[in-house]
Each structure stands twice: as structure tokens, then as C-alpha cells.
């Protein structure tokens, strides 16, 4: 009997925005920026928390692949969604992995010195699909698609580590 793929939802969590991609094997089914509207620390917390519990429960993923925070470029808020998306994963008996901004660029770039566009561009390569949203991307002047760049390649580089 066929071994069914693995489900893994990437998720990239942020104060303001979440970037998400849910995958069933190495077949990219979703993915998109969701905002996290809350005013207050606490808000943003209990609603990037509801919106990370609202994404599993709709694709239902066997994997969790989250973006390994960063110490000198976190907040209070951000730590405690972190925490908040583990514990959500050890509830619903989830396999957690974590990965940095250098695991992923170290796995997906090409050049030794890869950052956040280039890692969106071989994800863009990657699923051809996504390759307008690069494009807006290259026009903005501020990143929002960039969260979802990076989600994808969290659940590449799990798939891939599974496999």
C-alpha cells in the first residue's frame, strides 16, 4: 500500500502579519499573508494564535514548520505567538520543526550569499505559480509578500527533510 504524502503546514509568524503554506507532499495546496488586527501586545498574541489554530484546522497537517525566531530581531509579543504555536502543536500532536532565516537560505540559494529576495526568487522558481507574487514583490517598496516567500520555503526544506 502506498505511503500517503505528509501534510506540513509552514507557518511564518509575526506580530502584524502571518505567512502561511500548507503542502501535501512536495504539491504546494495554499498559501498567503493573514493579518493579525489587534491594537494591543496581548491582542496580537490571542489573534495570530487563533489564526495559526484556524489554518491547522483547515488543512489538518501532520507537520508543523515554523520559522525559528531570531533573538535580536524578536519582541515580547512575538516570543510569546512562538510559544503559543508550540504549544498548539504539542496539543494537537503535531511533529514541530524549526528553522532559521540561514537554514533556509542555505538550503534554497544557490549563491553563498543568499538573502530574503533571492530566497524568494528559488521559491518562486521552485512553484512558477508564485512567480506574480514575486513580481509585485520586486515593485513594493516595503515587504508583504516576503512572509509567504519564506513560509513556502519552510515547508520545502521540512518536505524535504522528511523525505
Known amino acids: 500500500m502506498p505511503k500517503e504524502p505528509p501534510r506540513i503546514l509552514a507557518v511564518n509568524p509575526g506580530?502584524?502579519?502571518?505567512?502561511?503554506?500548507?503542502?501535501?507532499?512536495?504539491?504546494?495546496?495554499?498559501?498567503?499573508v493573514?493579518?493579525?488586527?489587534?491594537?494591543t501586545p496581548r491582542g496580537r498574541v490571542w489573534v495570530g494564535t487563533r489564526i495559526v489554530r484556524?489554518?491547522?484546522?483547515?488543512?489538518?497537517?501532520?507537520?508543523?514548520?515554523?520559522?525559528?525566531l531570531h533573538?535580536?530581531?524578536?519582541?515580547?509579543?512575538?516570543?510569546?505567538?512562538?510559544?503559543?504555536?508550540?504549544?498548539?502543536?504539542?496539543?494537537?500532536k503535531l511533529g514541530l520543526y524549526r528553522y532559521s532565516i540561514t537554514e533556509l537560505k542555505d538550503a534554497l540559494c544557490s549563491e553563498a550569499e543568499g538573502n530574503k529576495r533571492r530566497l524568494a526568487e528559488a521559491v518562486a522558481a521552485t512553484y512558477p505559480i508564485l512567480s506574480r507574487y514575486f513580481q509585485k514583490e520586486l515593485a513594493n517598496r516595503h515587504p508583504y509578500h516576503l512572509r509567504m516567500f519564506e513560509a513556502v520555503a519552510l515547508g520545502i526544506v521540512c518536505y524535504r527533510q522528511e523525505e
Open 15 to 32: 506580530t502584524r502579519y502571518i505567512g502561511f503554506a500548507a503542502f501535501r507532499g512536495s504539491e504546494l495546496l495554499d498559501w498567503g
Open 54 to 68: 484556524e489554518t491547522i484546522e483547515r488543512f489538518q497537517p501532520d507537520t508543523l514548520a515554523v520559522k525559528r
Open 71 to 92: 533573538a535580536s530581531r524578536s519582541s515580547t509579543s512575538l516570543d510569546r505567538l512562538a510559544d503559543s504555536i508550540r504549544k498548539l502543536a504539542r496539543r494537537r
Open 34 to 39: 493573514r493579518v493579525v488586527s489587534a491594537q
